[in-house]
């Protein structure tokens, strides 16, 4: 396997056809089709299938791509740090973070960062794991502030833990099940989701784990905060929301906490890495910008982040 044949199948996996692929890699389709060619003889098997609509990947093909995709773009980060540390370029770094990490904290830390490396270019996702660990596995992501699970507790990802939160649940102030004061009398609610509840820290032993078993409610399932934070403030859906971000939008969206008894779930925030890719000097800074923000804001008088680290467990 050769660096530009594993170029070129990322490449087709981006755009969807041998021609955009030439046209995004600056090379003709001939080139293209001929590094596919040459690496499915090398490795005798077939990566892609040629459609009246474009290129499909083959599962072998979609099995490869995600070494590709980690070889290629850990080539390309040792690059980018070879020519920041020539005055070449500015370089880039991409960070996710949970949504109420991105309303509370992450500017200051953005601010502090930009103090020291203003040149370095921040590509921003949502902290969500569906969105987070493939991009940490493929090597596009740096940095992941998200929620502990499984997956992350593993030999492949560094995790340093920051906050532990419990969740609330969250419905218009409309609502009809507003003022129930137990899960069991939301046994005919419908919820939204910003993750799969059966495989992420509300898969632990707790209340709601419970209600999901006994009553099988219908839960729908968002991969946007935004989506799902529009939907529970103009339909009758209900969702789970950490107290952080139930601080901070509840009063804004026309949205009620349920006052339950019930002690519904926590959930674990952490800093999350690859264990095997190391750090970029951008990204050990930010990490440290990041610390430092936390650990002045803990002891800030502001009543802001007064409000913000009474509805969190710091533990750092």
Known sequence: MKLHQLRALVAIADTGSIRNAARAT??????????IRELEEDLNVTLIVREATGVTLTEAGQTLLGHARLTVGQLARAR???????????????????????????GEVVSLFQTRMPEVKIE???GLATVSIPRLRDGTLDISIGRTSS??????????PLFRTGYAVVGRTEHRLAG?????????AEWILNRDSSVDE????????????????????????????GLVASTDMLTLMPWPLAELLVSKERLTVLPLVDSIAEAEISLIYR????????AKYFVEC???????????????KRRLFHSVECLL
């Open 26 to 35: 600056d090379l003709s389709p001939a080139a293209i089709t001929k590094a």
């Open 80 to 106: 980018q740090e070879m020519e920041r540390l020539s005055g070449k370029r500015d370089g880039t770094l991409s960070i996710a973070a949970v949504s109420w990490v991105g309303l509370t904290l992450l």
């Open 124 to 126: 921003f996702f949502e």
């Open 151 to 160: 997956v992350t507790q593993t030999e492949e990802f560094t995790h340093v």
């Open 180 to 188: 129930c004061r137990s899960l069991h009398e939301l046994k005919d």
């Open 202 to 229: 509300l898969a632990a032993a707790n209340a709601f784990t419970e209600y999901c078993r006994v009553y099988e409610p219908r839960i729908h399932i968002s991969h946007s905060s935004a989506i799902a934070l």
């Open 275 to 282: 264990r095997a890719a190391p750090l970029s000097n951008a």
């Open 290 to 304: 990041l610390t430092s923000v936390i650990r002045t804001s803990m002891a800030s008088e502001d009543p802001f």
